[in-house]
């Protein structure tokens, strides 16, 4: 496999252009890295391993195909709470698309000076695709959840702007998707632990996991909200993210519900909170700016900033039912 060789040094990728999944520097093309034995069908190659998560990222209804490449003998770290400890030279794949239709793949590969994201766009038969470092824009057509016919200028992020999502803990690009809690789906932790790709991972009955946001019956209703909260907010909003000032944290594992939201007043005024005075008002989500914000498109007002040109429906109603259901005023 010609990413074990890659692990190792740089190499050449053809086309006069050299990449070296150790550093910044990308291979022009996806094809180049051999992640899979056939990347029209999405099929992996030899140690590229498929996975999914519970509640994925909204991401304007995109199916996603998710896979992860270790090095050769290495695995990754348990933690309870962070993303997993992964080691130098991993490679996190993410393919996005609409139906058959792929997108971009992107890539966020672990270099021995920290992580490097880059996206590759598809053309043509899709049997292959480019890098785009710039980004771009690509006008789509889909179908969501419920059967409706939708278009979409899909917007592929440019290399500079992965850190304005993945760099959830000071400023750090990290990883987001590999937590227990968002992994433990099926068997696939536990066929992690089995192969030798995972170490350290507790007992299976103590494994944290997160419900399915959009399915009533993995959770209760606070439970789901919070996992769609900590999947598509989480990560800035938290007390080392990018959204820190904001005192809003929406991660899974705080407490304090005067710090996620509950009567609790802006850091600042303006279109952001639409004039509203609590970011979560009990009963009330059409005085919550939480609601608000996740139902706008406007890029100054929208949240999350990135990500998404369209408004997720079932999400937001998810969030107003929850918001709804809490007792209690604020003063």
Known sequence: MKYAALLLAVAAC?????????????????????????????TPAEGVTPYDIETPLFSDYTTKHRFFALPPGEAATWSDQDAFEL????????????????????????????????????TGDGTDATLAEAGTVISASFTDP????????????????????????????TPLGPKARHLNLGDQLQAMVDHGQLTGAPAAD?????????????????????????????????PTGQARTSGLYLDAFETDAAKWGLCKPPVATGRGSGGLAFDIVPGDPDHSIIIYRVS????????PELGRNLVDAEAVQLLRDWITAMPGQCN
């Open 14 to 42: 053809g086309d006069n252009d050299t990449c070296d999944p150790t550093s910044d520097t990308m291979c022009r093309k996806l094809s180049q890295y051999e992640f899979f034995a056939d990347i029209a069908k999405q």
């Open 87 to 122: 080691p130098v030279g991993t490679t996190l794949i993410k393919t996005f698309g609409y139906g058959a239709e792929k997108l971009e793949t992107r890539l966020l590969i672990h270099g021995a000076d920290g992580w490097h994201g880059s996206s590759y766009v598809y």
């Open 146 to 173: 419920s059967g409706a016919a939708g278009t979409n200028d899909y917007v592929v992020p440019n290399k500079n702007q992965c850190k304005n999502c993945h760099a959830e803990h000071d400023d750090i690009v």
């Open 206 to 238: 103590q494994w944290p996991k997160d419900p399915d946001a959009l399915d009533p019956t993995t959770g209760t209703l606070d439970q789901r909200a919070r996992a769609f909260l900590d999947i598509n907010c989480g990560h800035c909003h938290n």
């Open 296 to 303: 706008a498109t406007e890029p100054e007002i929208k949240m």
